[in-house]
């Protein structure tokens, strides 16, 4: 028996759709943008630093990329690339501000890991936020 804040899917809580473009994005690609944005972080990192590795100027150029990104665009170039965004729960059209703490609870991996029932991490649900497929 389902209880009256039981939802049929992840995401209807939030008025979004169950399938398609604003429905909550899976694990899975939230990952893959994860590690794409890793690369690139490496890659600009590395054009500083070489011929040495670009160690933590990596994870600094990572910080910087995500919060500019997701704040202004509301997709950093790893989701861009697999189709989904971060977007505010409220309406408003970017993340603005909220971008930093989100950055700062996703550096330390747990947050992200700690979903409810719609899909949303601990830092989405901080900073008002859910992640959806864009494509």
């Keep these: 028996m389902s209880t009256?804040?039981?939802a049929a899917y992840p995401g209807e809580r939030l008025a979004?759709?169950?399938t398609g473009?604003?429905?909550?994005a899976s694990m899975g690609s939230r990952i893959l943008a994860f590690l794409i944005d890793l690369a690139i972080a490496f890659g600009v990192?590395?054009?500083f630093t070489q011929p040495a590795l670009p160690q933590n100027w990596s994870l600094?150029?990572?910080?910087?990329?995500?919060v500019i990104a997701v704040g202004c665009?509301?997709?950093?170039?790893?989701?861009?690339a697999v189709g989904i965004r971060v977007a505010?729960?409220?309406g408003k059209v970017f993340v603005g501000l909220w971008a930093i703490p989100r950055t700062a609870l996703t550096f330390i991996i747990v947050p992200p890991l700690l979903q409810d029932a719609d899909g949303r991490g601990l830092h989405d649900r901080i900073c008002?936020?859910?992640?959806?497929?864009?494509?």
């Design 4 to 6: 009256p804040d039981a």
């Design 16 to 18: 979004l759709p169950k």
């Design 21 to 24: 473009v604003g429905s909550i």
């Design 45 to 47: 990192g590395w054009l």
């Design 60 to 66: 600094l150029v990572w910080a910087a990329m995500t």
């Design 73 to 80: 665009f509301g997709f950093t170039p790893g989701q861009a």
């Design 88 to 90: 505010p729960i409220n």
């Design 128 to 135: 008002r936020t859910v992640v959806i497929r864009s494509r």
